[in-house]
């Protein structure tokens, strides 16, 4: 049977057959117009439906011209009137249906690609659509409300003819006949499985259609009724068609791409390969000759302008790509750098990264929904073939570094730093006095005076975690939390690094760690840096200690060479948040207050002395019982006290990361890490007041 027909009759009769798709596919407006144009003047017109639609507005046309006829329509969907199908149907003044046939009603869609405003200006086509196909059903489906059909598209509603009757959409239901698939080029506009419902399980002459009030089968996806039979509803039936296709061809372009980067071929011949839309064993013999052409070609420069045109193009695509993500983290603050980044195409979330990444490496990532984005852009990540794990991992950097000078430590305010070049304990050489200059006569030989050969110790280790960005952080576009996991962990890092420092600041109950250069705690009277009773800070108390530093004796370079002093004067007062009021009024007051005298000249006002509060030193000592204690420090360029040392030119922690492994969290996994140590190379530089006069 031909698939569609015009047919004039005796009696000015007519009879049209529609057993095709709607539009460039089967028939269009155009064609149908010049054969309708063709039959004349006919009183009646008999037009027989089994369609499954096709494009919505070659089938509002052939609607129209059927409606602006003079002749009288009547429909019989024989089979099926689907989609654009079933608004035709309409245009009869009598609409017949078989018992075993279908309509179908669904809502107008759209495969389009293009910017916001041109989606936005499609979807408002589509809802201008939407109401001129509800328009047409109500011209039979009286008693139904514009909602009410509205509705029933919005679920793609399958009907039989008892249904479609009773709902009105038709007038009459006719006996069971059976009949052709109807001819189609769009199989992803009805599925599988309610294709087979009507055309091949053929519901026999003269059976009864099943009740409306009979239980129907439940959608294995979404759990909506559907006919007996199927498996799946229209929606997700299409869904799982296109999601399937989608996948194989992305398993194909990912598949190429390995076999010919293995290969190193060329990146615009790995897309031609691509773009042939060949499989990789459909391809060999191709693979085969460019790998002989290759071999074939004299070594490549190492300026080559292409190499480097390539290199520029990467680097600035993760340069602008981190820069995007930075801002709109608010990790980036630069006016010029805000400003700059919007100068480009914004990468404004993590999804839009990992679609302009998949593009750039040759994956069409239109379509992807958010799960399907991040197993593609994991699983390329995991053959090197993406970009993300470079812009995430300068992300994270960039954000560790500004979070971690950032962190609320106070150790790097008084405490000095060095560099040791590995693991091994480094001795920390103490440079003893020189003693007194000779005299030198006319004549007189120079003397050789020795140094002392005294020393501490420090050496450095290494503290890390690992961390992971989620899959499911990922589908989830979860950027904040991607940002501030590593935050965390970084100024987790600067803490630590806090706590060792006053940990060895008050190691053994507050006399800290032994010395080696004469196997006594670092604070003790035969270091002349332990003030027991001075009480808590005051200009008295602070004079006191400064004092001892003044008065410090320097190492001598033999027993009996001639003492000298340290003469430093103090810089930093350190000590718990017990103190802060009393400091701060002591160190920014012009008087002194202890007198209780007017005019009484307060000498350590102005500055000089930088104060110092911690709480967690403030957390030990009170554990210790010396609430109130304090300590003043001398500039460590002056003279030496604590050092922080770190691995040479780590000066900062390090990332590292990785596509996680099999049997660990998806994702990515990233391993932060840093290596310091605390060393104490010199008593003489800081001082310790236990604050006792206060009752501490």
Not at 393 to 416: H, I, R, S
Not at 665 to 688: K, N
Request: proline residues 4%; hydrophobic residues 40%.
């Amino acid at each position: 049977m031909k698939k569609w027909y015009m047919m004039k009759a005796q009696n000015r009769k007519a009879e049209i057959s529609i057993y095709a798709d709607i539009g460039m596919w089967g028939i269009t407006a155009e064609q149908f117009k010049k054969e309708f144009q063709s039959l004349g003047e006919v009183d009646s017109i008999d037009v027989r439906i089994n369609s499954y639609g096709g494009e919505v507005f070659d089938g509002f046309a052939i609607y129209n011209l059927l409606k602006d006829s003079k002749a009288e329509i009547n429909v019989i969907i024989d089979g099926i009137a689907a989609s654009i199908a079933s608004v035709i149907a309409m245009a009869g003044k009598t609409i017949k249906m078989h018992a075993n046939a279908m309509l179908m009603i669904h809502n107008p869609a759209v495969c389009m690609c293009g910017e916001a405003n041109d989606l936005r200006k499609e979807a408002d086509v589509l809802d201008k659509l939407k109401k001129s196909a509800v328009e047409a059903y109500q011209t039979h489906a009286k008693d139904l409300s514009e909602k009410d059909i509205s509705d029933l598209m919005d679920e793609t509603t399958y009907m039989t003819a008892e249904e479609a009757k009773e709902w009105g959409f038709i007038d009459e239901v006719i006996e069971a006949v059976e009949v052709e698939e109807p001819e189609t080029n769009t199989a992803i506009a009805v599925p599988v499985n309610f294709r087979k419902k009507i055309f091949t399980n053929k519901i026999p002459a003269g059976s009864q259609p099943p009740k409306k009030e009979e239980p129907m089968n439940k959608c294995k996806d979404c759990g909506k009724e559907i006919p007996e039979g199927q498996e799946r509803c229209f929606d997700c039936a299409v869904k799982k068609e296109r999601a399937e296709a989608q996948m194989a061809e992305r398993n194909r372009i990912s598949n190429i791409q390995t076999i010919c980067r293995a290969s190193n071929l060329a990146d615009d011949v790995i897309q031609k390969m691509v773009d042939t839309g060949k499989s990789v064993d459909q391809l060999s013999s191709e693979i085969a000759d460019e790998i002989k052409k290759m071999k074939s070609l004299p070594p490549a420069q190492p300026q080559s302008p292409a190499v480097s045109l390539t290199k520029d193009e990467t680097e600035k695509f993760r340069a602008h790509a981190v820069n995007s993500l930075a801002v709109m983290a608010g990790i980036e603050k630069d006016p010029a750098v805000i400003a700059e980044t919007k100068k480009d195409v914004q990468i404004n979330s993590l999804h839009g990264l990992m679609r302009r990444d998949l593009q750039r490496h040759g994956v069409d990532a239109i379509g992807m929904n958010a799960e399907q984005l991040v197993t593609t852009t994991i699983r390329m990540a995991g053959t090197g073939s993406s970009d993300l794990p470079a812009i995430l991992g300068d992300l994270t950097n960039k954000n560790m570094l500004k979070k971690y000078e950032e962190a609320p430590v106070t150790y790097n305010q008084w405490c000095d730093t060095m560099e040791v070049p590995d693991f091994k304990a480094q001795k920390l050489i103490k440079m003893s006095n020189f003693g007194d200059i000779d005299d030198l006569p006319e004549g007189t030989p120079f003397k050789n005076k020795k140094l002392s050969d005294k020393y501490e110790t420090v050496s450095v280790d290494t503290k890390g975690n690992i961390f992971n960005i989620s899959r499911q952080a990922m589908v989830n576009d979860d950027l904040r939390a991607i940002v501030r996991v590593p935050q965390a962990m970084v100024q987790a890092i600067a803490r630590r690094i806090n706590k060792d420092v006053y940990d060895k600041l008050t190691y053994n109950s507050l006399v800290g760690p032994v010395m080696n250069e004469d196997s006594v705690a670092l604070f003790d009277n035969a270091h002349s840096n332990l003030i027991p009773t001075s009480g808590v800070p005051s200009v008295t108390s602070l004079a006191a200690a400064e004092r001892k530093l003044m008065e410090m004796p320097l190492l001598k370079p033999e027993p009996d060479s001639v003492t000298q002093y340290a003469n430093v004067q103090a810089k930093y007062l350190i000590t718990g948040t017990a103190n802060k009021l009393t400091v701060a009024q002591l160190l920014n007051t012009p008087f002194d207050n202890s007198k209780g005298i007017a005019g009484v000249n307060n000498p350590y006002a102005g500055g000089r002395i930088i104060p110092v509060f911690d709480a967690y030193l403030q957390a030990l000592l009170t554990a210790a019982g010396k609430a109130n204690a304090w300590y003043l420090a001398a500039d460590p360029m002056q003279m030496e006290h604590f050092v922080v040392a770190f691995l040479q030119g780590q000066r900062t922690p390090m990332l590292r990361s990785e596509e996680s492994r099999v049997g660990d969290a998806q994702g990515f996994t990233w391993e932060i890490s840093f290596d310091w140590g605390i060393g104490v190379p010199e008593y003489r530089g800081i001082i310790y007041n236990d604050g006792a006069s206060a009752g501490g």
